[in-house]
Each structure stands twice: as C-alpha cells, then as structure tokens.
C-alpha cells in the first residue's frame, strides 16, 4: 500500500515538521512493515511554470517532425515575452495549456535545462511530458495538457503536486484494514496520540424502497449490498488533477472519471467499488454461485468458464462481474465513446474465502481481491457508495437519486471476555488496567468492565474481522506499547529437558549421510499425482494414496507427498542441468499417508484422500489430552523416511586412480549407514519395486516379532523412469522408513571390546548355483561358524562356465576367528571355518572350490 504523506495529513493533523522518516518510524514501532519512503520530486527544480502554447511552426528537412512553438509563460520569465521552444511531441495545438520548464531547471534524475541551439533554433526550455516529470503511468507519454482554467505562469509543481513523500507499507493478511488511507492514518493517529478525521463519518440517507432492485440469492457469500444510482453525468468529464496525482501517487493508473473515483474511494476507505453503466445493465442485479460451464468476459477482456463455487453479480442476461475481483466488460463504463450519463455504484461486502478461491482458480488477482481477502469492513459500505456519489455528482454535474438500496443480512459484533491482566501475562510486563483499556479503546474497541471484576468484555471493530481471541486482544496491546520495551530474558529450561530419541536419531543419521559426502537437500512436501506415474508405480501401489490439500499452494501440486524421492530427484535434476554433474543428495523428512483405507476396484488406482482437521486447539490455555488426541487423529499418519540419490562419479579419478561411478552397492551401502546408526539389523537383499530397475534393486528388510518387514529399497532407477523425469543415465537412489528402523534397533552407545590376542583369518571360496543369494551365503557361513566368528567379508565374486560349470558363481570371503580369552590354535579356526562350510553345504549346496 502505497500512502502519500500529503493525502495522511487530510486525516491527521501531524506536525508540520514531520517527515515521511519520522512517520516510518512510528508505524514501525506500531507493528507495520514500512519497507521505503520515496521522496517524490526532491531533485526537481523550478522554475516550472504553466504556459499557453501562442504559434506552431513545423520545421522542415529532419528525420523526425521537429516543431518550433512560441509559449506565453506570464511574467515567469521575468520580460514576459513569449517564450521560444524547439519541441517534437505532436499530441498538443495551439491555445493549449501546457507545463513548461524554464532555463535553470532541473528535472528528475538531474537533467539540467539550459537554453541551447537545435535543429537550427534556439529553444529557450522545454514543454514537459509526463514521464520527464516523474509522474508515473498514466496511460499517455506525450506532452501535458493542462485543464484550460490552469493560470498561465503560475507554479506547476503546486499545481502537479510534484513534492511529496510516499510510504511503501507492506500490509500483512492479518492487517487488511491498512490496505487504505483510512486505516493507515487511524494507525498514525495512534502512533502521534492525536485524533483521528475518520473519513467514513459521513450522512447517509436510509434505505428505501426506490433504489435500483438487487438481489441475493447466497447470502453466505454476500451479507451487504448497497446500490446507488447517479444521472444526468457529463460524459465529457475528466478527473481533476488532484484525483489523477494522488491516485498515481498511490500507483494506480488513471482511466476516466467515474473509475477514477471508485479506485479513489476505495484507497481512502478500503471498500472496493464498482460502477455500472446503467443502460447496458438488464433488470434486477443478483448475488449467486455461477452454473457449471457458464462464461464470462471479464473487463481485462479474457472470456472465462466459471465454476460452481464462483460467486457472480447477474442481471437478467446472466453474469456480469466475477463478485469481489473484477467486473465484466459488457457493462463496463466506456470513456472512449463518452455516451455514459447513468452509473449504478455497487458497495457489497463478500466472504474472504470466496473471494480469495476465485482470484486463485481463475489466476486473477486485483486491487478489489486483495482487500475482500483480508477483510473489509462490512460497515463501510454505505459511506463508500455516498462518498462516491458526492464525487460523482462535484465533479461530473451528476445528480444523486433518491432511491437506496441496501440488502444486509443480520449481523452482532463480535465480543470476546479477556482478563485485565492478560496482556501483562502474555508480555511478561505490567501494563495495568487503565492502559490495557486505553489501548483496546484507541484501535476502536468498546470496552465494559467494572473495577470490581477481573473480566473486561471487548466487542472488537467491524473494521478488524483478525481480532478474535484473547491474544489477539493481548497483542494489540503489547505492540501499540512498543515491542521494543519489552525486556529481554532468557528463558528457564526444566531440568531434565532435550532432544528426544527420534531427534537424536535424525541428527545422527544426517551426521553420518554428511560424513559419507551426501549433500542435504530438503524440498517442499508437495507433489502432482503424475509423478507416481513418471515412477512407474503400479495402479494399485499403496504410495498412490495420498492426502490431497483442500488450498494447495499450486494447482499442479495439490498433494502432500508418500514418498522423499520426487523432491530430491528433482533437485538433482535441476543441479545437473546447471553443470554439476558429480552428485549425492540425501533429505530426511515426513511423508503422509492417509489413515483411513481407500476402497479401489482391481486393477483402479487406490481413491485419492481428502483429511480436512476441523479441530481448532484453544489460545487461552493449554490443550486438554482428548482435545490433543482428537487433532491427532484427525491428522494423517506422517512417518519420517530417508533418501538419497547419486548420479556421476562417486570417487574422483586422479593420480591416486582411475576413480569410479556411483553403483546400486553405493545406494545400499547408504542404508547400511543408516540402520548402523539406529543400531538396526538391515537385510538387504534382492527385490523388484517401481522406480528401481529389476535387476539392480535391493530390497531391505528388517525382523519385527519374528516376522520380515520391508521398509525399503535401494539401487539404480529403471531406464524408462531416467526418460520420464530427465535424469542422468545409471542414477540410483534409496528410500528407506528412518521410524522403522528406530522401532526395532539398538542404538544404545556400546562400547568397543577391544581384545589382547590375535586374530586368526581363513579365506574360503565357495561355488554355489548364481540365484542363491550372498546373503544367504553370508548368514550359513555366520551360523556355522560359531561364536569365535569376529566378523565376515565378501571379497571377491567370480563367474566363469568352463571352470565352474553353467549357471554356477563363486562367492569368496574373508573370516575373522578371536576368542577373548585366548589366542587361537589353527586347529579351532580350521575347524570354525570348516563348521561354516559345512552348514552353507548342507544349506545351499555350497562347494568349497579347490
């Protein structure tokens, strides 16, 4: 919101020393986020003046149309002789008023104007545009025509008001009311401790039964609506300069009279106007939901399908404005044939989520949106409408008719019971009741509380729908009061207080990611439900059912995520795309699964979920645990997984070597590393699941109960899902439930046994048939060994038909023997290890190869 410091002083008498600074300063302090103050026209300088153009004449032989204009400046240039000026704009004749710069001034952005010879003449000045002016769009760029009552020699930068200050305030959702004049100088008021002009207090003529007819038929939707009607206007009027100034202030373009003034009343008042022209409306104006496939051509010329939870502004044809966002263009008000005498003013108040939901479906976002979002005040709308037909008829020559229409449904303030120290509870100082009063009073709060009782009952503004809870009221207070004069004190922690054991885990195992040279990168939660298809899920994959947002973010990702791998496979396309091509990302973070089951015929995909939370916890104390429960239970199950995923080369080449890529083994040796840390025991083994390519996947399993639960996989993407998603050729990547894990591990700190005796190694190479897994091997190897085994290694796997037969492997480890209290004979370690291949014989069919 942009506020000229000149259109704030109308409404608050501030010192005549105050700056915009100064002013900034204030509402600051007050909680408003005052992010610039321009200073308009402070490097212009004078004279500049209004002239009368006298005589034209066109210079012949240039490129370009080059004119020669004599100027009539009064005395301004102390002879009072016309003044010579060579100028090349076409859009102003002779008799015009125009605003001249005179030699020794100087224009914004420091261009000094001097008499000087061109085009064979010498100009003695300039005649100015707008944009030479710094006076923003306003939809011309050619020279200035004044209005012909302007006084020739008089000050054009009274006259343009060229100097001011402008405050750039960015206006939360919270403080909608400061989305105008109105509000932001009641804030100032407060600020300065002066009073407050409230430009809303205005004499408003009752309803009566002859205004223009209206009606509501949701009146959910819609609560107010006030209709007024203006004839006999001027269709040659044109907005004073005053009017197109303050609105270019503000940053709004000029567009014609009538506009110009609703855009003016709803900057001053924060109610969001629209006038029709009243011969092209037909029959009664209505409030509803659009119909399913109606259209609409809306005044920025787009033709859009309507939807069912659209609300609109009908007449007898049908649609003719989208309600709270823009009007349509068939009974627009058309300055450029200038045939329009007759306007209806609309002032209505709609629901904020309806307005908000339609701006965002149909991507359109306006000045009328932005206010109807945040909250208008419903009690304005009868003093903007008059405000506009005071305009109307002072600067068209209109005449107001008698007839007002207002439709209001029923509505009681808002009252909320706080107690009187509430606020010094909150902040942690002693205000007092005097002041919190003072306080709730000055926002515009009726406050009723004997000094008896510790209740105040404070029935809240209609121009602030944000207060609604005690705290609400309690920050009203802190903040009018000065955050800044809130002490600061570090806060007393309960003994016996930290981390807890998921936490520390989540640590660790970024620690350890970190350690291994992955790279964190954590993404939003959002997802389309195309992606699972770019995956290569199956219909019936339960990581299909997800939990769809009632207000996504973006339409195109409207669903919370079951699985981390579409945010870090994305993150690792964008980062190879931009060059780096060697990469390991990892992300530890919630997934969402929906808690109640979706029915699917077979061979459908699983129903998409809709979890709306309706429990709304309290502000005032702490949650009860049934009310806790109940919010739990209303939320999706969110279990905490990790990913990674690689792609170029996992080691360097260099003198130290040839270097090597990123594998499938590097995908699982991830998952290692993170059941290591959760002191889980990880089986991995072979397996086949969506992304992954068939015959390089793992799958990774844990015993819970006796009984193996997969949760879940590792190893290089299938080719057709690297098309799909645009990633680099042999990508691989694992996912595996981080709270799974941590549900049946160990991860109590042990510490290292670290033994006196030597160890004693046996290497045995063992051929058995190519499906039998290694893990197999490993696990008969282990079981058979006994307790002297200290630890077992896979070194080496050989495959050749002639020396082993067809469809035959050799898996060849490394074992370790120790006992802890002595050292080993080769006898018990031979004997060990011939123990251990004897059960992966007897087990598998293993051979020991000579």
């Not at 208008?376 to 600067?395: E, F, G, I, N």
């Not at 002041?435 to 926002?443: G, P």
């Not at 091997?777 to 282990?782: G, H, I, N």
Request: proline content about 7%; some cysteine; glycine content about 10%.
């Amino acid at each position: 919101m942009r506020v000229p410091l000149s259109w704030l002083r109308e409404y608050v008498d501030l010192p005549a020393t105050e700056t915009g600074r100064d002013v900034q300063a204030k509402l600051i302090s007050a909680g408003l986020e005052v992010e610039t103050v321009e200073q308009l026209g402070a490097d212009l300088k004078g004279p500049l003046v209004v002239g009368q153009v006298l005589t034209i004449e066109e210079l012949e032989g240039f490129k370009k149309p080059i004119r020669f204009c004599t100027v009539d400046v009064g005395r301004a240039n102390g002879t009072g002789e016309p003044q010579e000026i060579v100028c090349g704009a076409r859009n102003f004749a002779v008799g015009d008023k125009v605003v001249v710069v005179l030699p020794g001034g100087v224009l914004p952005g420091g261009f000094s104007i001097s008499a000087r010879k061109t085009y064979g003449r010498t100009s003695h000045g300039m005649i100015c545009s707008g944009d030479e002016l710094g006076l923003g769009d306003d939809g011309s760029h050619g020279i200035i025509v004044l209005p012909p009552e302007s006084e020739v020699g008089s000050d054009a930068v009274e006259l343009l008001q060229l100097v001011d200050e402008v405050l750039d305030i960015a206006v939360t959702p919270d403080r909608g009311y400061c989305l105008s004049i109105r509000g932001v100088a009641r804030e100032t008021a407060i600020a300065y401790g002066l009073p407050l002009r409230d430009p809303a207090l205005l004499d408003v003529p009752a309803p009566n039964a002859f205004g223009y007819p209206v009606r509501i038929a949701e009146p959910s939707g819609c609560d107010r609506f006030t209709a007024r009607t203006v004839s006999g206007l001027d269709p040659e009027a044109r907005s004073p300069i005053w009017l197109q100034r303050r609105l270019q202030k503000a940053g709004m373009r000029p567009i014609s009279l009538a506009v110009d003034i609703t855009n003016y009343v709803m900057l001053e008042l924060g109610q969001p106007l629209h006038a029709y022209d009243r011969n092209r409306i037909q029959g009664a104006i209505g409030v509803r939901r659009a119909e399913p496939g109606e259209k609409l051509t809306t005044l920025d010329g787009v033709k859009r399908v309507l939807d069912a939870e659209d609300l609109v502004i009908t007449d007898d044809r049908g649609p003719i404005g989208l309600a709270g966002v823009m009007g349509g263009a068939h009974t627009e008000i058309d300055d450029s044939e200038g045939t329009t005498t007759e306007v209806v003013i609309e002032a209505a108040h709609f629901d904020a989520v309806s307005v908000a939901r339609t701006a965002r479906r149909h991507k359109l976002s306006s000045e009328a949106s932005r206010r109807f979002e945040r909250g208008v005040d419903p009690q304005a709308a009868a003093a903007a409408a008059q405000r506009t037909v005071d305009l109307l008829v002072l600067l068209a020559g209109g005449t107001a008719d008698a007839g007002v229409t207002e439709v209001a449904a029923p509505t009681a303030p808002r009252t909320i019971t706080i107690p009187a120290d509430h606020p010094d509870k909150v902040a942690g100082v002693q205000y007092g009741r005097e002041t919190v009063v003072r306080r709730l009073q000055e926002i515009g709060c009726a406050v009723v509380g004997s000094p008896a009782t510790d209740e105040l009952a404070v029935t809240v503004p209609s121009w602030r729908p944000d207060l609604t809870d005690p705290n609400d009221l309690a920050e009203e207070v802190i903040r009018l009061e000065g955050y800044e004069n809130l002490p600061s004190r570090l806060p007393k922690l309960p003994a016996g207080r930290g981390l807890t054991h998921r936490q520390r885990l989540h640590r660790r195992v970024g620690r350890a990611l970190a350690g291994a040279g992955y790279v964190e990168a954590p993404n939003y939660p959002f997802v389309s439900e195309q992606v699972f298809d770019q995956l290569g899920l199956a219909a019936d994959d339960p990581a299909r059912r997800v939990v769809r947002l009632v207000n996504p973010l973006s339409d195109e990702e409207p669903a919370l995520r079951t699985t981390l791998l579409p945010g870090l496979l994305a993150a690792l396309r964008r980062n190879d795309g931009r060059g780096s091509h060697d990469l390991a990302l990892f992300e530890t973070g919630l997934v969402f699964l929906p808690r109640t089951a979706g029915s699917a015929e077979a061979g459908e995909a699983p129903a998409r979920e809709e979890q709306r939370v309706a429990v709304r916890l309290p502000v005032d104390r702490r949650p009860t645990d049934g009310e806790i429960a109940e919010l739990t239970a209303a939320l999706p199950e969110q279990p905490r997984h990790v990913a990674v995923v690689l792609a170029g080369a996992r080691e360097q080449a260099g003198w130290w070597g040839k270097g090597r890529p990123a594998d499938w083994a590097d995908a699982a040796e991830a998952a290692r590393a993170v059941a290591r840390e959760a002191g889980a025991d990880l089986i991995v083994r072979k397996g086949q699941y969506g992304p992954w390519h068939p015959g390089r996947c793992a799958e990774l399993v844990v015993v819970v109960d006796g009984a193996e639960q997969v949760v879940g996989h590792a190893g290089e993407l299938h080719p057709r899902v690297l098309k799909a998603l645009g990633l680099p050729a042999r990508t691989c990547a694992m996912e595996v439930d981080l709270d799974a894990l941590e549900r049946v591990g160990d991860d109590t700190p042990q510490a290292p046994s670290i033994s006196t005796f030597p160890v004693a190694t046996q290497d045995v190479a063992l051929v058995v048939d190519r499906p039998v897994p290694a893990a197999d091997v490993e696990d008969a190897l282990r079981e058979g060994a006994g307790e002297l085994l200290e630890s077992i290694r896979l070194f080496d796997v050989y495959e050749n038909a002639e020396q082993l037969g067809e469809g035959r492997k050799s898996l060849a480890y490394a074992l370790r023997f120790r006992a802890a209290d002595r050292t080993l004979t080769v006898d018990e370690a031979s004997a060990a290890r011939d123990a251990a291949v004897a059960l992966a014989a007897e087990r598998l069919g293993a051979v020991l190869r000579s």
